[in-house]
T-cell receptor
Framework: AQSVTQLGSHVSVSEGALVLLRCNYS??????LFWYVQYPNQGLQLLLK??????LVKGINGFEAEFKKSETSFHLTKPSAHMSDAAEYFC????????????FGKGTHLIIQP | KAGVTQTPRYLIKTRGQQVTLSCSPI?????VSWYQQTPGQGLQFLFE???????NKGNFPGRFSGRQFSNSRSEMNVSTLELGDSALYLC?????????????FGPGTRLTVL
């Protein structure tokens, strides 16, 4: 079975500050890991994905995430927050043959303070 | 290239009725997955179709069903609607099956059950 835990349902940062969104996963086999962003009244957009190549993954809009197997973590970071980053962020995992589809975390609502 | 489209965008039904939602994947994509998003349960995998065959199914009752046509368009049906079925239903398409490939999400259908 696979699962994802996102620490913090809401994270607030000031514009220009570091963004850190936490994600821990549980998987019995090497996982594929994803970060998605959802803006109000829209579907999900893929930010980045880890597929067992490089442990540091760069995505769109200046985001990146580092896969740490020893910590079973895949935290999302961005050096400098922008107002347009305000959205809901979801970490997701898929493992094995993908029989369970993507398993998502509960999501983290990112608030950007001016 | 056009994105994933879902129709209708909004739907209001009453308990006991049935509903059919439609999803048109990106051209060339053969896999379509469906997810239910609610405030309480978050994003949950419903099922995946690939080449007109249901490949995987999540933990949902038999009232939830789907199908895929030869042009890869997919429909999902919910019979005997319950209040708890109120949710955003998201469809995602990908080139191949299994979920490890990038899934492109549509904007969703917002279903309200009264």
């Amino acid at each position: 079975a696979q699962s994802v835990t996102q620490l913090g349902s809401h994270v607030s940062v000031s514009e220009g500050a570091l963004v850190l969104l936490r994600c821990n996963y549980s998987s019995s086999v090497p996982p594929y890991l994803f970060w998605y962003v959802q803006y109000p009244n829209q579907g999900l957009q893929l930010l980045l994905k880890y597929t067992s190549a490089a442990t540091l993954v760069k995505g769109i809009n200046g985001f990146e995430a580092e896969f740490k197997k020893s910590e079973t973590s895949f935290h999302l970071t961005k050096p400098s927050a922008h107002m347009s980053d305000a959205a809901e962020y979801f970490c997701a995992v898929i493992s094995g043959g993908g029989a369970d589809g993507l398993t998502f975390g509960k999501g983290t609502h990112l608030i950007i303070q001016p | 290239k056009a994105g994933v489209t879902q129709t209708p965008r909004y739907l209001i039904k009453t308990r006991g009725q049935q509903v059919t939602l439609s999803c048109s994947p990106i051209s060339g994509h053969r896999s379509v997955s469906w997810y239910q998003q609610t405030p309480g349960q978050g994003l949950q995998f419903l099922f995946e179709y690939f080449s007109e065959t249901q490949r995987n199914k999540g933990n949902f009752p038999g009232r939830f069903s789907g199908r895929q046509f030869s042009n890869s368009r997919s429909e999902m049906n919910v019979s005997t609607l319950e209040l708890g079925d109120s949710a955003l239903y998201l469809c995602a398409s990908s080139l191949l099956a299994g979920g490890r490939n990038e899934q492109f999400f549509g904007p969703g259908t917002r279903l309200t059950v009264l």
